[in-house]
T-cell receptor
Framework: DTGVSQDPRHKITKRGQNVTFRCDPI?????LYWYRQTLGQGPEFLTY????????KSRLLSDRFSAERPKGSFSTLEIQRTEQGDSAMYLC??????????FGPGTRLTVL | EDQVTQSPEALRLQEGESSSLNCSYT??????LFWYRQDPGKGPEFLFT???AGEEKEKERLKATLTKKESFLHITAPKPEDSATYLC????????????FGTGTSLTVIP
């Protein structure tokens, strides 16, 4: 068990470009969460998958954001037409019970 | 609106100086309250889950307690390696699988 992994760890992009992040959860964890964290703030919930189904999505999530979890394994988070306000750490977490979440190291996005 | 407030924002302790961190919450029907530790540049690391008022959990120098309105994370005789940001999160009965995190308490333990 190598824990939750995320790729890339860092991404620098220009405003208006699209970016995609990948999360590989702990094997056999059927629950997967995406969060966004800015400096000095706690993680902010973005979306939740149970197996391949996206069951919840934050009301604050812009329609520029989309997430998938094909076959209930890895997940991707795509941000279209990035804006400077999208600069943040994007965290992925997985769980079996929905209580104890195991977080990955995050992807730090910088939008220039 | 559901809210989680942590205090203090930052705390500096001498090694061995015990203290407590506070997490107050206003949610409609608490399902669970969670404590995490986060080191700089890393994802949060799970510490405890508390489900009902009166419950307590311990791990090494840390002890978490829960009342109907707040939770405390007590740190006994801290060491420099306990320096981190401690995050509190709640899950409410009416918000499905969403977790609401506080802004955290940044703890520095000075040797």
């Amino acid at each position: 068990d190598t824990g939750v992994s995320q790729d890339p760890r860092h991404k620098i992009t220009k405003r208006g470009q699209n970016v995609t992040f990948r999360c590989d959860p702990i094997s056999e964890h059927n629950r997967l969460y995406w969060y966004r964290q800015t400096l000095g703030q706690g993680p902010e919930f973005l979306t939740y998958f149970q197996n391949e189904a996206q069951l919840e999505k934050s009301r604050l999530l812009s329609d520029r954001f989309s997430a998938e979890r094909p076959k209930g394994s890895f997940s991707t988070l795509e941000i279209q037409r990035t804006e400077q306000g999208d600069s943040a750490m994007y965290l992925c977490a997985s769980s079996t019970t929905g209580w104890e979440q195991f977080f990955g190291p995050g992807t730090r996005l910088t939008v220039l | 609106e559901d809210q989680v407030t942590q205090s203090p924002e930052a705390l500096r302790l001498q090694e061995g100086e015990s203290s407590s961190l506070n997490c107050s919450y206003t949610v409609s029907g608490l399902r669970g309250l969670f404590w995490y530790r986060q080191d700089p540049g890393k994802g949060p690391e799970f510490l405890f889950t508390l489900y009902s008022a009166g419950e307590e959990k311990e791990k090494e120098r840390l002890k978490a307690t829960l009342t109907k309105k707040e939770s405390f994370l007590h740190i006994t005789a801290p060491k420099p390696e306990d320096s981190a940001t401690y995050l509190c999160a709640v899950q409410a009965r009416n918000t499905g699988n969403q977790f609401y995190f506080g802004t955290g308490t940044s703890l520095t333990v000075i040797p």
